[in-house]
């Protein structure tokens, strides 16, 4: 029971796989004569390079969702954690810190078809826990699914996308995008924010909103894609 107890955490953190996994309008940047629809076909070109990577993943969520039931009570999850990602489904992720006890330091390996593996940390890191793809604990608390792609909503052509201004980040220029899509994770979500590096065009942060509400949050940082292929980067 406790095994299962920390799998239904580490699980949450699954809709955030999808931000490494990101159109219209013609707004202008004066500084680097560049539009959004050049910004954001720069996003997709680079997504599609970055084949294998590690990142540190940063997740929150808000919403009234368990295990895809619908609850009186508002959940708000953190997690963060270390992932491995190859294209296309291969995802390794290790739980760094949480609200749970229990999950930290707990492992989760997707390798495609309808299983995930997950195996706990602490006391119980001998075990290795299966589970299908389709279960509902791969549903976080907005009830947003593992497979969700975090960057549909550039992807569609009848988004909106709008250049709202830049910011900066660790002396790196960051252009922030608002994007208003038909394709998003639930109904209720009225716009994102993109946060994307403005010299490499990684998105480092999506911003989900229900009108000025933030529900949910999935940031990336110490990026590194300059490693070398190996099955034993995904083995629990």
Known sequence: MVGM??????????????????FSGNKKLEDENLD????????????????????????YSKGYYHLGKKTDKLIEKKMSGRITTKKPKMILFKVLETDDK???????????????????????????????????????????KFTFD???????PLSKVELIGTSEVNNRKIYMLKVVSPTKADPEITHEIYKVDAKSFVVLSIRMFVNTDLVSEY?????????????????L
């Open 36 to 59: 959004v629809k050049t910004i954001i076909k720069k996003i997709i070109e680079t997504d599609q390079k970055n084949t294998l990577l590690t990142a540190v993943v940063s997740t």
């Open 5 to 22: 107890k920390t799998t239904n955490y580490i699980v949450k953190i699954s809709f955030i796989f999808v931000l490494l996994i990101t």
């Open 219 to 235: 940031s990336i940082k110490d990026i590194n894609t300059n490693i070398q292929d190996s099955p034993e980067l995904f083995k």
């Open 150 to 156: 975090g960057l549909t909503g550039v992807k569609d």
């Open 102 to 144: 229990m999950a930290k330091d707990s492992t989760l390996l997707y390798t495609g078809g309808k299983d995930v593996k997950i195996k706990p940390g602490g006391i119980f890191r001998f075990m290795t826990i299966t589970y299908k793809i389709d279960d509902p604990i791969f549903l976080n608390s907005r009830n947003h």
